[in-house]
């Protein structure tokens, strides 16, 4: 038997326009829909489908805004860390390391309208991711005064500010070791 003689085909599709294909055509310009579409189950109100992308990029948002929220405690974490390596002697890493605890609190707590300005919008509740970022950056602020209290830096007796009073008594004594006479 020859080939392609004699057999019957599976299916065919016939290009040339017919009437039952023109009457189903959901195009103005008359081209035919593709083979197995069917337009009932693409015909979805297109309000309902807006809504649900604003509901989807509200909820995008309002994560984001936490996410930024959350931010400086890992910042607090690591700064915390970098403080404790520094050891409590006055030195230039320890005094740089303690306002940059300073600093870093202070210029985010200036910036808190510009840092949540991306997800600003009428669905989106910005008031508790603020108020958290605030909180955490204040705890990084009272990290830093922390610091300059066990340095020593901080006017903190009656004497550090008149020089006619007596020091306050000294907190800690060293002692021991070796007599070399």
């Keep these: 038997m020859e080939k392609g003689k004699g057999l019957a085909r599976r ?15 959901s195009s103005s310009s008359g081209i035919p829909d593709p083979l197995g579409y069917n337009i009932s189950l693409h015909d979805v109100d297109d309000s309902t489908v807006a809504r649900q992308k ?31 390596m520094a050891g409590s002697t ?8 303690t306002f940059s605890a300073l600093w870093q609190p202070l210029s985010a707590l200036q910036g808190v309208g510009k840092v949540f300005e991306p997800y600003k919008d009428s669905r989106v509740d910005t008031i508790a991711p603020k108020l958290l970022f605030i909180a955490l950056n204040l705890a990084g602020l ?23 009073l007596a020091p306050a008594p000294e907190a800690e004594y060293s002692g021991g070791g070796l007599l070399f006479n």
């Design 90 to 97: 006055v030195h230039l890493f320890s005094i740089g390391i």
């Design 54 to 84: 604003k509901d989807a990029e509200a909820a995008w948002k309002s994560q984001k805004a936490w996410e930024v929220a959350q931010a400086p405690f890992k910042n607090l974490m690591m700064m915390g860390f970098m403080m404790w």
């Design 142 to 164: 009272g990290l830093g005064v922390w610091k300059l209290n066990t340095l020593g830096l901080l006017p903190t007796h009656p004497s550090d500010w008149v020089s006619s």
């Design 11 to 25: 299916w065919a599709v016939e290009f040339a326009e017919s009437s039952a294909l023109a009457s189903s055509s």
